[in-house]
């Protein structure tokens, strides 16, 4: 047997701890009782300790080697194979002890963080939250060692292969120069129409999820293959056959679980369509998480908060709650969801000052990587990049630099994903209407088959097959830019 | 580190890897969408495969070897130690591509049976079950080898640690000596009766549900440690401190889903009880699975299907379902679901000739093993033992030897364990009732608290500590016996 084909049954089984750890993961968020936390950690600590023994097996690395120099790979298997290594170099270059000690840091930070933002105690997490940084530091400077490159490209390599800080940088200037601009702009156009009222609820849960189950269908979910449940913060897991997709109701508004369904769906979409010759395989994965956010965003943002979709949801909506009047006509509803307002929050903010949250965050997560930052002066910097960047005041950590719980968690390096999801989706979603002018009259009716076509062939099926970079010039012409994202808010928000 | 507390370690993983696969399992008979049966299989498949290489390691055979030899170890921690080799045997005995050809017979064969009973098409299945009768053949043959014992006796033990032919002769014999006069007598008085009227539905299951969940809170059953859905076979699974219970709803019926509800509910409130401080070791888990199903029995045929259980329920029920009229008295509720009527069906079969039904296939299965039966002969011995046994012709396969799916699945030696279970229960209820002579009065105020309690230090608690005659002995001063059973049943159906 080759070596490289052992290498498939190596990562196969690998992929099937991961897709098991999954589920157990899906579980927690949303059926598990509170009582077996502790049970379910334990057996996740054993799925990553007998994950990680596998992937550090001296003979899987024998294998790589001697992978690497057989002949005869087709594209696709030398694609595989150069996966499994980045896969292999990820986790071999941080030591088990340190894995471990991050590990158990981030999950005590964790819990502590959900007590300290609603009582805006930063000075009692500080001490946590210090040393999940100074571990997180170790751990990436011995990847930046293993892949020669800076520690916190070593952790965007993480999250999104071949993501770059310096790619970054000119992404995230290009949107500072021209988004406070635009934001105001957007300001001055609402303000000059009348406010669009909204429909009023309640919104009883059983109809919002029997709505969002209708709209899921009619953009290709398929229930045999998959599931929406409930959980505390929405998410999308599972594997391709069987995509799991959560959201969260408030029966007082419909649009906020319905629009984050319609997220989660684009995110299932993506996994259900990845090339089915290559499942379990790292080829056969998604591309990264700014792919993965891109396709969340295209389906949410660009497809389905659009004058088109609405003309085809709205008459769905105003059934589905039996609502009635002005409120419920598709341009209303379009007004009144489609809005700028500038806030305090990441999670609540509108599509235009989004990057600018995660602008303010790239930069202080950045300079805390590189040392240039320290925990302690971290809330005063925010406050600071808050009034430059937004003209906010931070009245509080809580509503500060508290608001996430990526860092307690230990995820530095993930944030530039939601902006560079932002950017993908709009340049994506340009390059589909420009390739088939036929896939938003199609979203109009109801009909997502030709947009699903379109990105099956050009996103989807291609899972890990390309480089991030390569996949976006194969698919629109050219490398990722800011520009088709500035014509869409333009188009959007300042008509 | 000693050898005993590496083992330790090891056993912990090897109970987290188990327990995986139990969500796992769990997930897939209650809420995965058929589509994802066959990447399920896979995760499955490769958590078995890790498991058994984990615990076939040279290096785990050498620490038990050291433990064994090792001093000081306390009484738990060397009933710890001997269950550890008796997995360990169970795990070795058997050569890894025989567990892999009979996993592989079993789930073709249970597929081919899920179609081939309701065509009654025992002619289709014959080669498959003749496939996988040879395969577990072998397996018992290599497992008596290692345990010293016969062929099937090496099944039982799986199942049952310590369980031998010999005890169930002796017990089947006496059963069979007078479980045919008794139902008649069970028959007779029943006819001299008029017969009680049953509720009138239709029951909604959303009413069932509740009422369930009313009635498992008052047995005990804490919902933060464990969860109650729905599912085409009711089971019992998870862990200690999330315990999953199952069951089928139908609405023209709500009898058999509650009383469903309280047999698994006996399984949970067993694995919820077992030793704390012992979790996730093998003499922290449960005895066996007579001890097991005495459980399920014990709480469901000796203490809810009862007088006086029902003069506390029966006002809820009439309550749940807006009932009137005598059909809801709670003495006409007793006479309604206690009686004898002798079929075909095990599954369906009342408290009197369940017993029977497994004598049967324990005949006919220590048959098989033995070599004494070949597949081909299977229908005529079981029509031939239906007439004998129950007086009863076999109209056709579908409802005799093709009803089951333990053969097809490979589960030799597993039928016993529900007649050990029935009798166990009626054991170790009648002693606890002498133990405790406020139980029977505290049930009938729907408070369970006096009898858990007692089951709590003589059962649950004990774990695997005690061999199952030792832990019969304990807790009811003699050894696995008919006679309580017999005087239940008389006491029962004869008056």
């Known amino acids: 047997m080759s070596a490289y084909y052992q290498l498939e049954m190596d990562f ?3 992929g099937h701890l991961e897709d098991a750890a999954g589920l157990l993961h899906w579980d927690a968020a949303t059926v598990m009782p509170a009582g077996g936390a502790d049970a379910r950690a334990d057996q996740l600590a054993t799925l990553n300790v007998l994950h990680h023994q596998m992937i550090c097996d001296p003979r899987l690395a024998a294998r790589l080697d001697a992978a690497e ?38 999950s005590r930070c964790e819990m502590a963080w959900r007590a300290a933002r609603p009582a805006n105690d930063f000075a009692g997490l500080a001490p946590l939250l210090a040393e999940v940084l100074g571990l997180v530091r170790q751990a990436a400077a011995a990847k930046a060692a293993a892949f020669d490159c800076a520690p916190y490209d070593a952790l965007l390599d993480e999250h999104d292969p071949g993501l770059r800080a310096a790619d970054l940088d000119t992404l995230f200037d290009e949107l500072a120069g021209f988004l406070p601009g635009l934001a105001e702009g957007a300001l001055a156009a609402q ?40 959980s505390d913060h929405p998410f999308c897991s599972g594997v391709p056959d069987d995509v799991r997709i ?62 088109g979709f609405l003309k085809f949801a709205a008459p769905l909506m105003r059934e589905a709650f039996d609502g009635a009047g002005p409120a419920w006509e598709p341009e209303n509803l379009y007004r009144a969801y489609v809005r700028v307002a500038p806030g305090l929050i990441r999670v609540d903010a509108d599509e235009v000052t989004y990057p600018i949250h995660v602008l303010l965050r790239y930069r202080l997560e950045r300079a805390m990587i590189d040392g240039r930052l320290e925990i302690a002066d971290l809330p005063g910097a925010w406050a600071d990049g808050m009034r430059d960047l937004l003209g906010l005041t931070v009245p509080d950590d809580a509503d500060g630099c508290l608001q996430d719980s990526h860092w307690p968690d230990g ?19 340009d390059a589909a209407r420009q390739a088939d002018p036929g896939i938003e ?44 994202f500035r014509a869409h808010l333009e188009a959007r928000y300042l008509d």
């Open 191 to 230: 303000a000059a129409r009348p406010a669009p009222p909204r429909p009023e609820g309640p919104f009883p849960v059983a109809s919002q999820r029997a709505l969002a189950k209708r709209l899921m269908v009619a953009m290709g979910f398929d229930f045999d293959y998959g599931r929406l449940d409930a």
């Open 69 to 106: 120099a057989e002949a005869g790979l087709g594209p696709w298997q030398a694609a595989n194979l150069r996966e499994m290594r980045r896969l292999w170099r990820h986790a071999t270059a941080v030591p088990l002890d340190l894995v471990e000690a991050l590990s158990k840091a981030c």
């Open 411 to 429: 995820a530095f390096g993930y944030f530039p994903s939601y902006t560079v999801g932002a950017l993908t989706a709009a340049q994506i979603f």
């Open 246 to 307: 959560t959201t969260r109701y408030d029966e007082s508004d419909f649009m906020t679980a319905l629009m984050g369904v319609l997220h989660e769906t684009g995110h299932a979409l993506y996994d259900r369509g990845l090339p089915g010759d290559w499942r379990g395989q790292p080829v056969g994965r998604a591309r990264g998480m700014g792919i993965h956010e891109s396709q969340s965003l295209l389906v949410e943002m660009q497809a389905c908060r659009s004058r």
């Open 12 to 14: 196969m089984r690998l």
């Open 441 to 484: 009259p199609a979203i109009a009716r109801g009909d997502f088959a030709p947009l699903r076509a379109w990105l099956t062939a050009n996103i989807y099926g291609k899972g890990s097959f390309l480089a991030t970079d390569d996949l976006m010039v194969e698919a629109t012409g050219r490398p990722l830019e800011t520009a088709p």
